[in-house]
């Protein structure tokens, strides 16, 4: 079982130029290239532990580090035995969420959603094999990571991913899963790539999907896809602790007002 951490992309980022593109910037790719070496990192990385994340020489990685540094996108850490990412990068990631019409449009109707409903209430958005949470609005038990905007999580296993996977065909969804890491959240993770069909499967008739223990243990959770011209563009998720609710109860309780809601954003999008 794993922790529950970053999710991967299933597409892997390319950094290198394909063949006959004359617009590619090599420059700025090696650039963004030293910035993710620390999507799976929990500590400030020197200079060498860059390099090797980023697969850059030490001299191409000295270079750009210096610039991003200069620029405030990478900052040296507290106690100046390495480099983090800069506060600057935060300005850009409010610029991705403030211009996002699903944000714009979703913000409004699920703060209405946390009145009715006391509990978790998450905006994700759909990026291939995994969720990543563009709004959240917490309940009293929350962890570290349940509370970043930018986390991102496996669309296989959780509530909302699943339920934008119900928005696309079967052979669509086989494929997304052929890319997927399958991997044990907890006991009850579902692995099996037929198993999860057959619940994708569920959601679509249902209209929402419904995880209980398979990615955070104790918990239950609401997942209702959003679409935009036919296409999954993000879910809406509703999650509850096990210790006060059953799995039927909150089913009744968060599914209507969920799957309501999220009709009146894709009627505004």
């Not at 860059?50 to 030490?58: C, E, N, P, Q, T």
């Not at 339920?163 to 899963?177: I, N, Q, Y």
């Not at 692995?191 to 209980?212: F, H, K, M, S």
């Amino acid at each position: 079982m794993r922790p529950n951490v970053r999710t991967t992309p299933g597409k892997e980022l390319k950094f290198e130029a394909e063949e006959g593109d004359a617009l590619f910037v090599r420059s700025a790719a090696r650039a963004m290239q030293v910035l993710a070496a620390f999507h799976g990192v929990n500590k400030a990385l020197s200079l060498s532990e860059i390099a090797k994340l980023s697969g850059l020489d030490r001299s191409a990685t000295q270079r750009i580090v210096h610039t991003l540094a200069k620029l405030d996108y990478v900052r040296r850490s507290s106690d100046d035995r390495g480099y983090l990412p800069g506060l600057r990068l935060l300005d850009h990631t409010l610029d991705v969420l403030r211009l996002d019409p699903l944000v714009q449009k979703a913000t409004p109707v699920l703060l209405e959603l946390r009145r009715s409903l006391r509990e978790r209430i998450d905006l994700s958005l759909f990026d291939d094999t995994r969720m990543i949470y563009a709004f959240r609005i917490q309940s009293k038990r929350e962890t570290f990571y349940a509370t970043l905007v930018g986390h991102s999580v496996p669309a296989f296993a959780t509530a909302g991913g699943r339920a934008a996977l119900s928005l696309m065909t079967d052979d669509e969804v086989r494929e997304v899963l052929g890319r997927s890491e399958l991997i044990e959240y907890t006991a009850a993770t579902r692995t099996d790539p037929e198993e999860i069909l057959e619940q994708v499967r569920i959601a679509r008739t249902n209209g929402y999907a419904v995880i209980v223990d398979e990615y955070l243990r104790g918990e239950v959770a609401i997942g209702v896809g959003i679409s935009r011209d036919g296409r999954p563009i993000g879910a809406i998720h509703v999650a509850g602790s096990l210790s006060e609710w059953s799995q039927d109860e909150f089913e009744r309780q968060a599914a209507p007002v969920a799957m309501e809601a999220a009709r009146d954003i894709m009627a505004s999008l």
